[in-house]
T-cell receptor, first 111, second 116 residues
Framework: EDQVTQSPEALRLQEGESSSLNCSYT??????LFWYRQDPGKGPEFLFT???AGEEKEKERLKATLTKKESFLHITAPKPEDSATYLC????????????FGKGTKLSVIP | ETGVTQTPRHLVMGMTNKKSLKCEQH?????MYWYKQSAKKPLELMFV???????ENNSVPSRFSPECPNSSHLFLHLHTLQPEDSALYLC???????????????FGPGTRLTVL
């Protein structure tokens, strides 16, 4: 059974204070690892898909990296508008279309 | 209108009511999904439709009944729900059929359901 663990559960940062969110996973053959951003009362917004260890993707202040056991979402010089819950999910196995999600990390960026 | 839309955005219903949630995707995708999101829990996959055919039912109680008339529309019919069914119900779609190399799913805004 696929498992996804995100840490920390909550993170408070001062504006401009860079940090990283962690997503540890256990799967039987990773097909893809996904990062989403979710604002309160809204649906998850797609950020990145990573497919293999060593892969990196960037979007504005966000950078996602992937190893064989975990993924990091690095946030550089965050702004208050980056405040949201960040969700990590994995898909695995041949023919799989199911995503297994973690509980998320709630990020608060204080001005 | 673009992306994935859901109506209504908020719904309050009694345990004896019957209601339906609607999802429409404007992305030309072939797979659609229903998820349940409860506080402090990960998203739970409920149903998967691939080319209008249901391909997954994750042990969801029969008081939830999905319907997919075509690849662009998905419904979730609700009847005799329980208070613990109160949650955010999310619809998603993906651009490839099941088994393809990429599984990126795109979500709608959700319906906040409260069962009294």
């Amino acid at each position: 059974e696929d498992q996804v663990t995100q840490s920390p559960e909550a993170l408070r940062l001062q504006e401009g204070e860079s940090s990283s969110l962690n997503c540890s996973y256990t799967v039987s053959g990773l097909r893809g690892l996904f990062w989403y951003r979710q604002d309160p009362g809204k649906g998850p917004e797609f950020l990145f898909t990573l497919y293999s260890a060593g892969e990196e993707k960037e979007k504005e202040r966000l950078k996602a990296t992937l190893t064989k056991k975990e993924s990091f979402l690095h946030i550089t010089a965050p702004k208050p508008e980056d405040s949201a819950t960040y969700l990590c999910a994995v898909s695995s196995g041949a023919g799989s279309y199911q995503l297994t999600f973690g509980k998320g990390t709630k990020l608060s960026v204080i001005p | 209108e673009t992306g994935v839309t859901q109506t209504p955005r908020h719904l309050v219903m009694g345990m004896t009511n019957k209601k339906s949630l609607k999802c429409e995707q404007h992305l030309g995708h072939n797979a659609m999904y229903w998820y349940k999101q409860s506080a402090k829990k990960p998203l739970e996959l409920m149903f998967v439709y691939n080319f209008k055919e249901q391909t997954e039912n994750n042990s969801v109680p029969s008081r939830f009944s999905p319907e997919c008339p075509n690849s662009s529309h998905l419904f979730l019919h609700l009847h005799t729900l329980q208070p613990e069914d109160s949650a955010l119900y999310l619809c998603a779609s993906s651009p490839y059929p099941a088994g393809a190399s990429t599984d990126t799913q795109y979500f709608g805004p959700g319906t906040r359901l409260t069962v009294l």
